[in-house]
């Protein structure tokens, strides 16, 4: 049988981890093809970007992973980079009004499973945790099988005080999004299930954690300590996408390739790029974003309500300071914004206190956000206009008035993609027609699946996976 052609089109960690996963089945002769991965720009990593500057370590795109999903420690362990993963302090706050409140101990993702800390929160009226606590008492969804907003299902189990105060900014630091708009299905399905097998989600969820106490835990460094919420990589996760790329055949990477069109031919397709070179697959793994996916495919009607998904723009301000600058000492790793608050950033990671490896000593490092569903305007003002906002914020809420060291402001327009009510439903739709128009193109990234960085190497895993099985069958 002849090989077959596989063409994997984007080259941030998505693409990355597919080829990578193509690469291995190839060597070891479970999958009988070559593949060719095209990446529009000059670099590799996608949205993973890290600044080096005077000793600090600085993140432009994601910061770290969720340890809980395993797929991108483990990948980390396959390219021999245990020993580069570091963990987070904890400790982060809520701005609601003018004052930072810390999140209540035992809280996760804004449902309380200690109830000490969450009665004496400020963050809730005393009629905000008695409607909380009517969680133990509400019966579950009438209509479980349908859809429903993140807003919606947490308001009725908790109230709006919790979610407006605690569970939006928290959320909203996430995806950027309205979550009364964001389905519940496509980005978290474990709290509906919760309800199905516990009803009461606070009991739930306390049901869960002592569960978890089995869970075998990622463990770091000599003293093989256990690994907090997330990981990341002492020298910054470019140092990953990095590695990553390095492990694949450098014959079959292409940078500066734009696709500009794909096209059928035979049995399988004509990829045209912008630079005028074309290549010919057998299949696709398109990792590009749903837009631009769209955009290729527009003239195939079943891809219109992929064109209409929308995304948020973003941007980050890293500011970095002599450590003397701030007036009052930080007892955690940083704060998200009510929504409700009167500020034009989202959130504030105090990342020197994050992660002790981003900046030198007695340096600090600041990293702000502005930018979300409804509020993206600031993202298109100048770096200066950016940078005068977010420090005339800084300084009402930290009382910082000095200038900083250096500054760095990024951009990701249309980088957060909004999965809205029944977007599970559609893209199942969308999939099941591609496979039958336009079959061997597989959609998969941050756009689709999940917006996190083992999501994304989940998908790759899955795609190789697939295409190995659809072999077998031929």
């Known amino acids: 049988m002849e090989k077959e052609r596989i063409a994997v089109v984007g080259g941030g960690i998505t693409?990355?981890?597919?080829?990578?996963?193509?690469?291995?089945?190839?060597?070891?002769?479970?999958?009988?093809?070559?593949?060719?991965?095209?990446?529009?720009?000059?670099?590799?990593?996608?949205?993973?970007?890290?600044?080096?500057?005077?000793?600090?370590?600085?993140?432009?795109?994601?910061?770290?992973?969720?340890?809980?999903?395993?797929?991108?420690?483990?990948?980390?362990?396959?390219?021999?980079?245990?020993?580069?993963l570091v963990t987070n302090r904890s400790g982060a706050f809520i701005l609601h009004g003018k004052k930072l409140h810390r999140i209540p101990e035992g809280a996760v993702m804004g449902i309380p499973t200690k109830w000490r800390p969450f009665l004496l929160s400020g963050l809730f009226s005393p009629k905000g945790k008695a409607r909380a606590a009517m969680d133990l008492f509400l019966p579950r969804h009438k209509h479980m099988e349908k859809d429903q907003s993140v807003g919606s299902f947490f308001r009725r189990r908790l109230g709006s005080e919790v979610v407006d105060n605690l569970i939006e900014p928290l959320l909203s630091g996430i995806y950027a999004g309205n979550i009364d708009k964001i389905s519940l299905q496509a980005t978290f399905p474990q709290f509906l299930e919760v309800e199905k097998n516990h009803r009461s989600l606070i009991l739930g969820m306390k049901t869960s954690l002592g569960n978890k106490a089995v869970e075998e835990p990622v463990l770091l460094g000599k003293n093989k300590k256990p690994a907090g919420m997330f990981l990341t990589f002492r020298s910054g996760l470019q140092s990953f996408s990095e590695k990553l790329s390095e492990r694949l055949d450098q014959n079959h990477v292409h940078t500066n390739h734009k696709i500009s069109s794909i096209n059928k031919e035979g049995g399988g397709y004509?990829?045209?790029?912008?630079?005028?070179?074309?290549?010919?697959?057998?299949?696709?793994?398109?990792?590009?974003?749903?837009?631009?996916?769209?955009?290729?495919?527009?003239?195939?009607?079943?891809?219109?309500?992929?064109?209409?998904?929308?995304?948020?723009?973003?941007?980050?301000?890293?500011?970095?300071?002599?450590?003397?600058?701030?007036?009052?000492?930080?007892?955690?790793?940083?704060?998200?914004?009510?929504?409700?608050?009167?500020?034009?950033?989202?959130?504030?990671?105090?990342t020197h206190q994050k992660w002790e490896h981003t900046a030198p000593k007695e340096k600090a490092l600041l990293r702000a956000y502005v930018g979300r569903a409804g509020e993206e305007e600031v993202v298109d003002r100048t770096d200066e206009e950016i940078v005068d906002e977010v420090r005339k914020d800084l300084k009402k809420i930290m009382g910082i008035d000095e200038v900083p060291e250096f500054y760095r402001v990024t951009?990701?327009?249309?980088?957060?993609?909004?999965?809205?009510?029944?977007?599970?439903?559609?893209?199942?739709?969308?999939?099941?027609?591609?496979?039958?128009?336009?079959?061997?193109?597989?959609?998969?990234?941050?756009?689709?699946?999940?917006?996190g960085l083992p999501d994304c190497v989940n998908q790759a895993n899955t795609a190789a996976a697939e295409i190995i099985e659809e072999q077998k069958r031929k």
Not at 53 to 67: A, H
Not at 331 to 344: A, C, E, I
Not at 431 to 449: C, T, V
């Open 270 to 350: 004509r990829l045209v790029f912008e630079n005028g070179s074309s290549d010919y697959a057998d299949k696709i793994l398109l990792t590009i974003r749903h837009h631009q996916a769209y955009e290729l495919f527009k003239n195939h009607s079943f891809m219109e309500p992929l064109g209409k998904v929308p995304s948020t723009s973003v941007a980050t301000v890293a500011l970095a300071f002599d450590e003397k600058a701030l007036k009052k000492p930080l007892d955690g790793t940083g704060f998200v914004v009510s929504k409700k608050s009167d500020y034009t950033i989202t959130a504030c990671t105090w």
């Open 15 to 84: 693409g990355l981890a597919s080829a990578y996963a193509l690469q291995k089945e190839i060597e070891k002769g479970s999958l009988n093809a070559e593949f060719n991965l095209y990446e529009a720009g000059s670099r590799l990593g996608g949205s993973i970007s890290t600044d080096y500057t005077n000793g600090f370590v600085i993140e432009r795109g994601p910061d770290s992973f969720l340890t809980r999903k395993r797929s991108m420690y483990d990948l980390a362990v396959e390219l021999g980079m245990e020993e580069e």
């Open 411 to 451: 951009r990701w327009r249309q980088a957060m993609p909004q999965y809205e009510i029944d977007h599970v439903k559609r893209l199942e739709k969308i999939n099941g027609s591609l496979a039958e128009h336009l079959p061997g193109i597989k959609l998969i990234g941050a756009s689709y699946k999940g917006i």
